[in-house]
T-cell receptor, first 114, second 116 residues
Framework: GDSVTQMEGPVTLSEEAFLTINCTYTATGYPSLFWYVQYPGEGLQLLLKATKADDKGSNKGFEATYRKETTSFHLEKGSVQVSDSAVYFCALSLMNSGYSTLTFGKGTMLLVSP | DSGVTQTPKHLITATGQRVTLRCSPRSGDLSVYWYQQSLDQGLQFLIQYYNGEERAKGNILERFSAQQFPDLHSELNLSSLELGDSALYFC???????????????FGPGTRLLVL
């Protein structure tokens, strides 16, 4: 079945460091790919998405490029802030008979220290 | 604030009991989705309702059921509770029926269920 694998955390960084969180997927078909972020005590928020190969999603300094050849969608940010500390989820979605659902990875916790 | 509300925020109950979780979608959204987040299973899709009708089903146990009412709020009913049902239950909503592939899903803050 469809699945998402992302690197285990926690990822611990100092402020202004470069961030990469790896995400790879397995899917039958051509999924849309997403990164969601969950801040402590809150629900998930869509961070960015890409709907086809070579698309780059970006938001709030975060970027991810849909790589079909490597089935990957790695999340990057050039300079993290303490406020970026959260859990990040990679997810995919496929259309099936007119509807689609989200399949999530296990999540990666990011801790940024001042 | 996503505009999706969930009540209660926390729920503590005993094995064998039944509970009801409630979700109000964003104004104008017709679809409601339920997800379960647990330490061992991660975040899993349970079920989707669109305008009162069941639209898609995921890994939902037979002991669980849901419905969406005419005012579009939704309830998730969990019965014969087991220790393993302890989890965070999220509701999400979107405008239409096609799901995440074409629409953004907006998540509520979740209900944390603890079964003792």
């Amino acid at each position: 079945g469809d699945s998402v694998t992302q690197m285990e955390g926690p990822v611990t960084l100092s402020e202004e460091a470069f961030l990469t969180i790896n995400c790879t997927y397995t899917a039958t078909g051509y999924p849309s790919l997403f990164w969601y972020v969950q801040y402590p005590g809150e629900g998930l928020q869509l961070l960015l998405k890409a709907t086809k190969a070579d698309d780059k999603g970006s938001n709030k300094g975060f970027e991810a490029t849909y790589r079909k050849e490597t089935t990957s969608f790695h999340l990057e940010k050039g300079s993290v802030q303490v406020s970026d500390s959260a859990v990040y989820f990679c997810a995919l979605s496929l259309m099936n008979s007119g509807y689609s659902t989200l399949t999530f990875g296990k999540g990666t916790m990011l801790l940024v220290s001042p | 604030d996503s505009g999706v509300t969930q009540t209660p925020k926390h729920l503590i109950t005993a094995t064998g009991q039944r509970v009801t979780l409630r979700c109000s979608p964003r104004s104008g959204d017709l679809s409601v989705y339920w997800y379960q987040q647990s330490l061992d299973q991660g975040l899993q899709f349970l079920i989707q309702y669109y305008n009162g009708e069941e639209r898609a089903k995921g890994n939902i146990l037979e002991r669980f059921s849901a419905q969406q009412f005419p005012d579009l709020h939704s309830e998730l009913n969990l019965s014969s509770l087991e220790l393993g049902d302890s989890a965070l239950y999220f509701c999400a909503s979107s405008v239409g029926t096609s799901g995440a592939y074409q629409e953004t899903q907006y998540f509520g803050p979740g209900t944390r269920l603890l079964v003792l």
